[in-house]
């Protein structure tokens, strides 16, 4: 089992930046591919990006691409989000999850990975 929490949401004007944290538990996250995906109100949850074990490869949603971007810190068991250049339609709930592998389009898939956070709210101000 891996648990993963979320934090470093909140409410920032159009134009800012935010850190999102997503710290895990229980299991080494290096053995994991790491997604990020949002949620907004009334939305079905998307992809907005992921990172391979070591790395090496990432992955983004075009609505986010140049924007933002995933590392992770396999040391600090830790995988990142800075978002930046922030918009009103960047507002979602974002949460952080794990799967032991993923391959092109199967990544961009919320229901192939195995494990959740529960979510940290991301809210940008016109």
């Known amino acids: 089992q891996v648990q993963l929490v979320e934090s470093g949401g909140g409410l920032v004007q159009a134009g800012g930046s935010l850190r999102l944290s997503c710290a895990a538990s229980g299991r080494r996250v290096s053995n994991y591919y790491m997604g990020w995906f949002r949620q907004a109100p009334g939305k079905e949850r998307e992809f907005v990006a992921v990172?391979?074990?070591?790395?090496?490869?990432?992955s983004y949603a075009d609505s986010v691409k140049g924007r933002f971007t995933i590392s992770r810190d396999n040391g600090a068991n830790t995988v990142y989000l800075q978002n930046d250049s922030l918009k009103p339609e960047d507002t979602a709930v974002y949460y952080c999850a794990a799967v032991s592998y993923c391959s092109g389009y199967g990544c961009y898939q919320s229901t192939g990975y195995q494990y959740w956070g529960q979510g940290t709210q991301v809210t940008v101000s016109s």
């Open positions: 990172i391979s074990w070591s790395g090496g490869s990432t």
